[in-house]
C-alpha cells in the first residue's frame, strides 16, 4: 500500500509559515503591515497545483510498481487502485486522467515497436 499527500496547500499542508497579516483577500508580510498571525506560504514554483501533483504521483507510482519485486519477491499482482479523501475527490480526476493519458502513449510505442 502507498500512501500520497499531496498536493502542498491544499487543507492544512504548508511549504513554509511566514508571520504577517492576512487583509483584503491578500497576504502582507510583518515588514509591510502589524502582523496578526503566522499564515502558510506556498511557492508557485513548487509542486503545488494539482496537474503538477499528477505528474508527481505518476513517478512516484512507477517507481514502486518498479521496486516491488525487490521490497516482496512474492508480488504477483501489479493490480492498480486509487482511494482518495477530503480533497482527494477533487484531485482524483487529474491523477486517473494524466495516468489514463501515459498508460495510452506507452502502448501506442509498444504497438509502433511490434
Known amino acids: 500500500m502507498l500512501y500520497l499527500s499531496q498536493p502542498i496547500g ?8 511566514v508571520i504577517g497579516s492576512y487583509r483584503n483577500g491578500s497576504f502582507r508580510n ?3 503591515a502589524p502582523p496578526d498571525g503566522r499564515y ?13 501533483a499528477a505528474v508527481g504521483a505518476w513517478h512516484i ?3 514502486f510498481l ?19 479523501e ?11 486522467n494524466f495516468q489514463w ?7 501506442d510505442r509498444w504497438t509502433d515497436i511490434l
Not at 86 to 96: D, I, K, L, N, R
Request: aromatic share 18%.
Open 10 to 17: 491544499v487543507g492544512f499542508s504548508y511549504e513554509d509559515a
Open 40 to 52: 502558510s506560504l506556498v511557492s508557485p514554483n513548487r509542486t503545488n497545483t494539482t496537474y503538477a
Open 86 to 96: 477530503s480533497y482527494g475527490g477533487h484531485c482524483e480526476f487529474f491523477y486517473v
Open 101 to 107: 493519458k501515459m498508460w495510452i502513449l506507452i502502448l
Open 61 to 63: 507510482l512507477q517507481a
Open 66 to 84: 518498479d521496486l516491488s519485486p525487490q521490497l516482496d519477491p512474492d508480488i504477483q499482482n501489479f493490480t492498480f487502485n486509487l482511494w482518495t
Open 30 to 32: 510583518a515588514t509591510q
